[in-house]
């Protein structure tokens, strides 16, 4: 059946009436080493329907993305694709079965034209019929009441066009389902509004979309039902006839409170009592960017402080400049604005300079840039300070010296290693995460940045590591801690930030009222504080 001829329906198709649906998860699992990323999920895509997932990091959205791809298969459940059980065995089998998946990242090839990206993939052996291939795409373009030229070249496109390119490429085979990862998170406010026009059109052909966003507000202006998933499961849903009677203020608080609410954290939080963090800030950052040249999202106008045993905790989803912003202050990424530490501006310094004058960053790639792999423990307990006395004199490395204060870190964090001569890249990423604190906590931290400090840790290790933060914390040293997971941040900071696309929109005090509060500025919701 051509797009064109796929029979309308109406916004808020409701799933209730009957019919089949176009996909459906059934119980499906899907377990990794050591994770359940999938437990028991089940939803369903009806025709017509916009079916918004929304869900946290490690909520389990992506997996599912890659079991409707073709990419990954489910360990337990069952995939039905308009009404039959599917074992989705490649993407090529899921273009076959009309499912097509246009990821956050784009895939088109920039120096090929539309045309010619969309014969990708199409049978070799057969020369392409470019007029007729133009013919359609023009044909499906006004269907859908887009305006591209075939001809251009791709990298030429904007954003919003190279994605619209994306959508008709994933419908080219007759699709009638369309997933669409995170499609927002590059493009302009007109960009969006002009994806939300094109998710309702292809809704009124009959084909349905599964859209993947963090941001409540564009679930609501455009989704006709919403799952929400949390740690692989599934919370709660709104089904459409409920999402047209309830306000947006209603409907913000109920899908807000699937997404974050825990009562029993919430209890603990509210109850833990307020700490008195009087006095000048050890840590003053005022006006940071970053230039054009920067990894995107590019930094904006950032400015906070924070105090003698503070705990700031930076909440976010993954990806929206804290990892910028941490490299910026510990000297690693280019920016302007002013970061002073007890006065002093940090300006000129390097990393290593930074360091020595007190300020410390923990980066979240524990090995890959926190360690390297193949020196010893000893030397990674120092990195820091190669070529530094008293433990390098006149370029010669002081054996005892060394081996002294290697010996009392590994005491003093517990590190478990067979010897301080053993590389660190055969420990335990727990164990590899105290080496990287011993070696930030040591000598004259007054302000350190924590980058996810217990991403990819057991629980033991989790608890371990949110202890030494803690002690840090109550000897006086400024902490920030940056974390995608929303109950660490609710669990440990005194003051949140939440930062969206590059900018700081809004510092919650901790209490009852943070977790909601939260929320909202991370979906985008108004009135955050």
Not at 152 to 170: H, M, Y
Not at 185 to 193: A, C, D, K, V
Request: overall charge positive.
């Amino acid at each position: 059946m051509s797009l064109a001829a796929a029979a309308p329906t109406d916004r808020g198709h409701d799933g209730a009436t009957g019919g089949v649906p176009l996909v459906a998860f059934r119980a499906v699992t899907k377990r990794f080493p050591g994770v359940v990323a999938n437990d028991h999920v089940s939803f369903v895509l009806h025709p017509g329907e916009v079916h918004v997932l929304l869900g946290e990091n490690g909520a389990g959205k992506s997996t599912l993305i890659g079991m409707l791809a073709g990419m990954q298969t489910p360990d337990d459940g069952v995939i039905e694709v308009a009404g039959e059980a599917k074992q989705i065995a490649s993407p090529r089998h899921s273009l076959d079965l009309g499912i097509g998946t246009v990821f956050q990242h784009g895939m088109l090839v920039p120096g090929l034209s539309v045309a010619e990206n969309l014969l990708l993939g199409g049978a070799w052996w057969r020369r392409p019929r470019r007029a007729a291939l133009r013919s359609r795409f023009r044909e499906t373009c006004a269907a859908f009441g887009i305006a591209i030229d075939p001809d251009v070249p791709a990298g030429s496109l904007s954003l919003g066009e190279q994605q619209q390119v994306e959508i008709i490429r994933a419908l080219w085979r007759g699709g009638r389902v369309v997933v669409l990862d995170e499609p927002t998170s590059m493009l302009t406010p007109q960009g969006i509004e002009e994806l939300g026009g094109l998710m309702r059109r292809m809704a009124a052909q009959g084909i349905g979309v599964v859209f993947i966003t963090h941001k409540l507000h564009e679930a609501l202006e455009y989704g006709d039902r919403i799952t929400v998933l949390r740690l692989g499961r599934v919370v709660g849903e709104i089904p459409p006839e409920a999402l047209r009677q309830l306000s947006r203020a209603a409907a913000t608080e109920r899908v807000i409170g699937m997404m974050f609410g825990h009562a029993a954290l919430h209890e603990a939080t509210a109850s833990r009592p307020t700490r008195s963090l009087d006095g000048t800030p050890v840590l003053q950052v005022q006006g940071i960017a970053t230039g054009p040249g920067a990894p995107r999202p590019a930094l904006h106008d950032i400015s906070f402080a924070v105090r003698a045993g503070e705990i700031f905790g930076i909440a976010g989803i993954d990806g929206n400049g804290q990892k910028q912003l941490a490299e910026v202050l510990a000297g690693q990424l280019p920016g302007s604005g002013s970061v002073l530490l007890d006065g002093r501006s940090l300006a000129g310094l390097d990393v290593g300079a930074r360091h020595r004058a007190g300020l410390r960053y923990v980066t979240d790639d524990r090995l890959g840039e926190g360690t390297v792999g193949s020196f010893p423990v000893s030397i990674n307990l120092l990195l820091k300070q190669v070529g530094r006395p008293p433990y390098w004199r006149g370029g010669l490395a002081q054996g005892g010296a060394i081996t002294a204060q290697a010996k009392r870190l590994v005491r003093a964090f517990d590190v478990r290693t067979p010897s301080i001569e053993t590389p660190v890249g055969r420990l335990s990423g727990g164990n590899i995460q105290k080496v990287v604190l011993a070696r930030e906590l040591e000598g004259g931290a007054r302000a350190v940045i924590y980058n996810k400090p217990t991403y990819g840790l057991d629980v033991r290790n989790i608890e371990a590591a949110r202890a030494r933060i803690r002690a840090a914390a109550a000897q006086g040293v400024a902490t920030i801690l940056i974390s995608t997971e929303l109950d660490e941040v609710l669990e440990m900071a005194d003051r949140i930030g939440v930062m969206v696309g590059g900018r700081m929109v809004g510092i919650v005090p901790a209490g009852a009222e943070a977790r909601g509060a939260v929320g909202r500025l991370m979906t985008g919701s108004p009135h955050g504080h």
